[in-house]
Nanobody, 112 residues
């Protein structure tokens, strides 16, 4: 069955960095666009970043442009979200998704 398992979340100070990973299985990863979403403490779900099959193109929400980078490793069926210059408003549960299938999420807390 399809599985998406996120990891790499945690507590970080403002200005810090984290790298999230998402391990995918059970579907044709190489042919799938992949996305990161987040759910804020006020329960808003926001699209964060997307990457096309084979990494051909990427897109980002305005609020993370220049700070976050999405990438993928098709040999390992992994998708990453490198998050730099983190802000308290980046605090959220981050989800990896194909658009149809979702992982369980990983908590990111940015606080001093």
């Amino acid at each position: 069955q399809v599985q998406l398992v996120e990891s790499g979340g945690g507590l970080v100070q403002p200005g810090g960095s984290l790298r999230l990973s998402c391990a995918a299985s059970g579907f044709d990863f190489r042919r799938s666009a992949m996305h990161w979403f987040r759910q804020t403490p006020t329960n808003e779900r926001e699209g964060v970043a997307s990457i096309a099959p084979s990494g051909g193109s990427t897109s980002y929400a305005d609020f993370v442009k220049g700070r976050f980078t999405i990438s993928r490793d098709d040999l390992k069926s992994l998708v990453y979200l490198q998050m730099n210059s983190l802000k308290p408003e980046d605090t959220a549960v981050y989800f990896c998704t194909t658009g149809t299938y979702w992982g369980q999420g990983t908590q990111v807390t940015v606080s001093s």
